[in-house]
C-alpha cells in the first residue's frame, strides 16, 4: 500500500489537484515504460486496401488534456510532456509517436498541444492547432475532466460535448483533411475510485479536492454518495459514445473501441503523488494500447 506524505504536503500547499492540474501551455514530447522489443522491432503491418487505414503513419500530432502532457508523472503537480504516452521521449515508456516512426524521427515529426486542465470545450483551438502541424495522424484524449468537476451538476452536458467535438473535426478537416485521427475513450473514475479507495494515502490526496463528483468522501457508501458516483459513470459512459459515435462519421477516424476506458489502473500505473493521473508505467500502458489499435488491420471491434 502506498504513502503519500511528501505528496500531501506540496498538494496540500496548492490547497488542490484535479484532473486537469494546473493549466499548462506549450508543445512537448514524452510517454515511458518498457514494452517488448519484439513489437517494435516486428514488421509493421501494410495499409488495409479496404479501409484506406494507413498503420504506419509518419507524424504524429497530440492533443488533450494533463493525461496527454504527463501531468504528476515526473514531479508533483507539473507536465512531463517527455513521458507523454501520445508523443513523448522517455526511453522507458516507448510513446505512440516512438514505436511508430523511431526515437530519432519522432524529435522532429510529433507535436503536443495537449493542454493540463482541458475539456472538450477548448478542443477546436487544440485541433487547429494541430491540422498546422500537417500530420499523418492526430491523437485525440479528452473528457475526463468535463466529468470531474466539483459537483455533477457542473459536469458538461453530453450534447455540448457532442458539439465540441463535432466541432473539433470539423476545424481539423479545415487544415488537414487527410490526417488519420485516433481517439481514446475516457478512462473509467469510477474503477478508478473503487481501486483507490482502498489506499489511505490515496484517499487523503483526494480529500483535497481531487475529482470530487467521483472521489470526494471516497468512503461513503451511502446512497447519497452512490447515486452521485453513478452519475459520474453514466457521463463518462455517454461521452464514449460520443467518440465512437463522431469517430465513425469520419472515414479517416479510428475509435479505441472502449480500450482505455476497460484498462484496469493499479496503484502502480497511477501517479504516486495524486493517485489519479497515469505514472511513467501508466503512460506505458496507455502507449501500448494506442500502438496495439493503430497498426490492426481492423478498427477495434
Not at 3 to 9: K, M, N, V, W
Not at 81 to 98: I, K, M
Not at 104 to 109: I, L, N
Not at 218 to 247: F, H, I, S
Request: proline letters at 6%; aromatic letters at 6%.
Amino acid at each position: 500500500m502506498r504513502t503519500a506524505g511528501a505528496a500531501l504536503a506540496a498538494l496540500s500547499f496548492v490547497g488542490v489537484a484535479a484532473l486537469a492540474g494546473c493549466s499548462g501551455e506549450g508543445s512537448g514530447d514524452g510517454v515511458s515504460q518498457r514494452a517488448s522489443a519484439a513489437a517494435s522491432s516486428s514488421p509493421s503491418p501494410s495499409p488495409s486496401p479496404a479501409s484506406g487505414w494507413n498503420p504506419k503513419p509518419g507524424s504524429v500530432a497530440a492533443v488533450g488534456d494533463s493525461i496527454t502532457r504527463g501531468f504528476d508523472a515526473c514531479s508533483v503537480l507539473a507536465d512531463c510532456p517527455e513521458v507523454s504516452w501520445a508523443t513523448g521521449s522517455d526511453s522507458l515508456v516507448r510513446s505512440l509517436a516512438v514505436r511508430l516512426i523511431g526515437p530519432a524521427k519522432a524529435v522532429d515529426r510529433s507535436w503536443n498541444h495537449a493542454v493540463s486542465g482541458a475539456r472538450m470545450a477548448q478542443l477546436p483551438e487544440q485541433m487547429a492547432l494541430a491540422a498546422k502541424e500537417r500530420p499523418e495522424l492526430v491523437t485525440v484524449m479528452m473528457g475526463a475532466n468535463d466529468a470531474c468537476r466539483d459537483s455533477v451538476g457542473l459536469m458538461t452536458p453530453v450534447a455540448d460535448f457532442r458539439a465540441s467535438f463535432e466541432a473539433s473535426m470539423r476545424q481539423l478537416r479545415a487544415g488537414a483533411p487527410k490526417a488519420q485521427v485516433y481517439v481514446s475513450s475516457v478512462p473509467d473514475l469510477k474503477r478508478l475510485w473503487s481501486t483507490g479507495r482502498l489506499d489511505e494515502g490515496a484517499k487523503r490526496i483526494w480529500s483535497l479536492g481531487i475529482c470530487r463528483s467521483m472521489l470526494a468522501e471516497a468512503d461513503d457508501l451511502g446512497p447519497a454518495a452512490a447515486a452521485r458516483r453513478d452519475a459520474v459513470q453514466e457521463r463518462v459512459v455517454a461521452y464514449n459514445g460520443v467518440l465512437r459515435d463522431v469517430c465513425a462519421k469520419d472515414r479517416h477516424c479510428r475509435y479505441d473501441g472502449g480500450a482505455v476506458f476497460g484498462f484496469r489502473f493499479t496503484g502502480a500505473q497511477l501517479s504516486p503523488w495524486d493517485w489519479f493521473h497515469p505514472s511513467r508505467d501508466g503512460q506505458a500502458r496507455l502507449a501500448e494500447i494506442a500502438y496495439r489499435n493503430i497498426t490492426a488491420a481492423e478498427p477495434p471491434a
